[in-house]
């Protein structure tokens, strides 16, 4: 009899959506999962599974289970896992958001801190595994640094961390002026404008379709600004104006985190998380100390508050890791548009703030654009004789 193991987990790894290490790096973290085709010929008879879980087929094509209703229940768990995985992430993440602005009395540079330390902690014995337990080879993009190319991919892993660190103190500050809903909007609006920065840093090709995502997407950010033609006021509210221009910084530090994650593909996952968490915490420390605003939570509600905003955060970006262990890259990009809604949810249960007009309509167009964007991504990647490819072929222009 021979044996095939087919690990269907295989999958690639990605950080605010973008691949950075395959499961030739990562091994399965639930190998229960593992399909395992055996096969046998005898008799025309094949056996799909093993043990108590396994299949028949026989002459006539027809399948037998052995234990019918447990593989009934994990194909059906299993095909709509990824998707379960990402709506929790979102949902998790959607919390970070509501968290940092319950404690707005505290600066955004603290609790940018509390966020990443959440972040770092968790990744030192991931690092610690991955490079001495399974033995894997996790340093060897990076040294020795007398290699001018590993030289370079360290610059960018420090590149990547400081935009990605700087891209949420940019959200934390923007919390401050505008609701938490109009903030998420605007820092989703990172896949529209990667497109363009990567036709600039990568030599990507960049279409039309793009551009004019983009141009719409900026009219929604434009909305949400609720400029005087539109609000019927003498002027800008300056408050809104300052927020709005916050969050389209954040969005910018991590457009550039999108694109230099697209250069560090070949470099292993655990080693980017722990540089993310470690160069994160030394800028906002040295930041928060050099101003003189680092504080310590103040009560223990609040020390309760900022550990969920790190724990949060981590096993937020988890879930996401997972989710594309058993999902494609497109559908769950998608799906973590739904972080938009539960934001928004948040802000009317427990801020008691509904959203007006302008943020309705500037929200919808930008979420078009970012599907829009996603589904063009999607169509990419179909092969070219997909007749869902024709059918879509006006995107790719």
């Known amino acids: 009899m021979t044996v095939l193991d087919a690990e269907s987990g295989e999958y690639g790894v990605e950080e605010n959506g973008e691949v950075v290490a395959s499961s030739e790096h990562t091994p399965l973290l639930f190998p229960s999962l593992k399909t395992t085709l055996n096969y046998k010929n005898l008799q025309g008879h094949i056996q799909y599974g093993s043990g108590e879980n396994s299949k028949t087929c026989g002459e006539g094509g027809e399948w ?46 603290n609790e940018a801190l509390w966020r990443f330390l959440g972040i770092l902690l968790p990744s030192v014995p991931v690092l610690l595994w991955s490079s001495v337990s399974s033995k894997e080879s996790v340093f060897h993009t990076i040294y020795p640094l007398c290699n001018g190319e590993k030289l370079k991919t360290l610059l960018v892993i420090f590149v990547r961390a400081f935009c990605g660190c700087t891209a949420v103190i940019f959200q934390f500050y923007a919390l401050n002026y505008i609701e938490i809903g109009d903030v998420t909007v605007i820092s989703f609006t990172t896949p529209v404008f990667v497109s363009i920065l990567a036709y600039f840093f990568l030599g990507e090709k ?51 985190t ?58 937020g970006q988890s879930l996401f890791t997972l989710a594309l262990k058993f999902e494609d890259a497109g559908p769950v990009a998608l799906i973590r548009t739904c972080e938009v809604i539960f934001t928004f949810l948040w802000q009317i249960m427990f801020l008691g703030q509904l959203p007006d007009v302008f943020s309705i309509i500037g929200a919808f167009l930008i979420l078009l654009c970012v599907l829009l964007t996603t589904l063009r991504k999607l169509v990419m990647e179909l092969p070219d004789e997909s007749r869902m490819k024709a059918r879509f072929q006006f995107l790719l222009k």
């Open 258 to 315: 999108y694109v230099a994650l697209r250069w560090l593909r070949p470099v292993h996952y655990a080693l980017v998380t722990f540089f993310y968490g470690l160069i994160s915490v030394i800028e906002c420390g040295i930041c928060a100390i050099s101003i003189g605003v680092f504080q310590l939570p103040l009560t223990l509600e609040h020390w309760l508050l900022a550990f969920g905003l790190g724990a949060l955060a981590f096993a």
């Open 64 to 109: 037998k289970a052995d234990s019918a209703g447990q593989k009934q229940m994990g194909k059906t768990c299993r095909k709509y896992l990824g998707i379960l995985l990402a709506i929790s992430a979102s949902f998790l993440l959607s919390l970070t958001t509501l968290i940092a602005r319950v404690l707005i009395e505290y600066h955004p540079f």
């Open 206 to 256: 960049l279409g039309i379709v793009p551009v004019i995502l983009a141009f719409v997407t900026l009219i929604g950010i434009g909305i949400i600004a609720r400029p005087p033609i539109l609000s019927g006021t003498q002027e800008f509210d300056p408050f809104n104006l300052i927020g709005v221009a916050l969050a389209l910084g954040c969005m910018g530090f991590a457009s550039f």
